[in-house]
């Protein structure tokens, strides 16, 4: 069985910069494209169930409920991210399910960039001709600027 999930973290509190990391008009549109995606996967023939905690706590307790032995999710990329995949992992490892986490919610995935992780350019410039280098064509539209197109063609 397949149960689209969302944990939301709405946290209205203060982050390092001293804003909040949620405001109320983010917290608002996030809330509207969540009723949005959730009528469109209803008119799918599917649903989405959608949890407020922190998806440590929340999604191994859901897995011993619905008795899943795999949780599927997109993968993190940042500190915090990464910290709390770790933590749902070893929670749902106590009760005997795993996490399989995949890449997503890039571009490229990090083992098509011809440049590697650690090869990975500092600035943008750099960043645009490295991945000229596996797109046979890759077009930047600047659309609230007068200037010409940017065009990249490989072998160019």
């Known amino acids: ?5 969302l944990i939301l973290m709405i946290d209205l509190q203060q982050g390092p910069s001293g804003f909040h990391r949620t405001g109320v008009f983010r917290a608002r549109f996030i809330i509207e494209a ?21 998806p440590e706590q929340v999604l191994p307790q859901l897995a ?3 008795g899943a032995g795999r949780v599927y999710c997109h993968g ?18 106590r009760q005997g399910a795993e996490l399989a986490a995949s890449w997503g919610g890039t571009l490229f ?8 992780m650690e090869g990975m350019p500092l600035s943008y410039g750099e960043l ?3 991945l000229c280098a596996v797109c ?3 077009f930047i539209v600047e659309a609230y600027f007068d200037g010409p197109f940017l065009r990249c063609e490989s072998g160019t």
């Open 1 to 5: 069985m397949q149960l689209p999930t």
């Open 34 to 54: 969540l009723h949005d995606l959730r009528a469109r996967l209803r008119a799918a023939g599917s649903d989405l169930l959608v949890r407020i905690g922190q």
């Open 64 to 66: 011993r409920e619905l």
């Open 76 to 93: 993190g990329v940042a500190g915090e991210e990464l910290l709390v995949e770790d933590a749902v992992q070893r929670r749902l490892g």
């Open 109 to 116: 995935h990090v083992e098509d960039l011809p440049c590697g």
């Open 128 to 130: 645009f001709w490295c």
């Open 136 to 138: 046979d064509t890759l």
